[in-house]
C-alpha cells in the first residue's frame, strides 16, 4: 500500500469527539491509533463539546483525547467559498479545516454537511467518520 506512510491530517467535528469520548469501546477512537494520521480540532469545536458533556467519566476521557489531538487556529469565514451553502454555526468548521489546510474534514452531521460528504472544498475532502475509517483502517497501529 504505497500511501502508508503519507501523512494525513483530519480535522474532527464535534460529533466525532463527543462520539469518541463517550465510551472506551467507540470505533471513532481508531483516529487515534491510525499510522501517519495526525486528528486535528480547534477551539470552536472543543468548546461545543465542552458545552455537551455532562458526566465525569465522559469528561475523563474527553480531556485524554485532547491530549493527543492536535489544536488548530479557529479559520476566517470568509475563507469558506461564498457557493458553499451551510448553516451559520457550521461555517467556522469548514473555515478552521480549510484555513489550518487539512486533508479532510471528518463529521457525522449528516443534516447539515451531507450534502458535502465525498466532495472536496478548497483542498478538504469531506468525509463521514465510518467512511474515513473504512478507507484507512489498513493504517491501524499494531
Same mark, same amino acid.
Given at each position: 500500500m504505497p500511501d502508508y506512510f503519507q501523512p494525513l491530517f483530519v480535522y474532527l467535528d464535534a460529533n466525532v469527539l463527543f462520539s469518541a469520548s463517550w465510551s472506551e469501546q467507540n470505533r471513532f477512537l481508531k483516529f487515534w491509533r491510525l499510522h501517519a494520521i495526525t486528528p486535528a480540532t480547534s477551539p470552536y469545536v472543543v468548546d461545543e463539546v465542552d458545552r455537551n458533556i455532562r458526566k465525569a467519566e465522559h469528561r475523563l476521557r474527553f480531556d485524554m @483525547?485532547?491530549?493527543k489531538t492536535t489544536m488548530v487556529s479557529d479559520g476566517p469565514l470568509q475563507i469558506v467559498?461564498? =457557493?458553499?451553502v451551510l448553516v451559520s454555526k =457550521?461555517?467556522?468548521? @469548514?473555515?478552521?479545516a480549510i484555513f489550518a489546510s487539512m486533508d479532510y474534514l471528518v463529521t457525522g452531521?449528516?443534516?447539515h454537511f451531507g450534502h458535502l460528504h465525498n466532495n472536496t472544498v478548497s483542498h478538504v475532502k469531506i468525509l463521514s467518520p465510518s467512511e474515513f475509517l473504512d478507507r484507512y483502517e489498513y493504517r491501524l497501529k499494531l
Open positions: @483525547l485532547m491530549e467559498p461564498e =457557493d458553499i =457550521d461555517r467556522p468548521i @469548514l473555515a478552521s452531521d449528516t443534516n
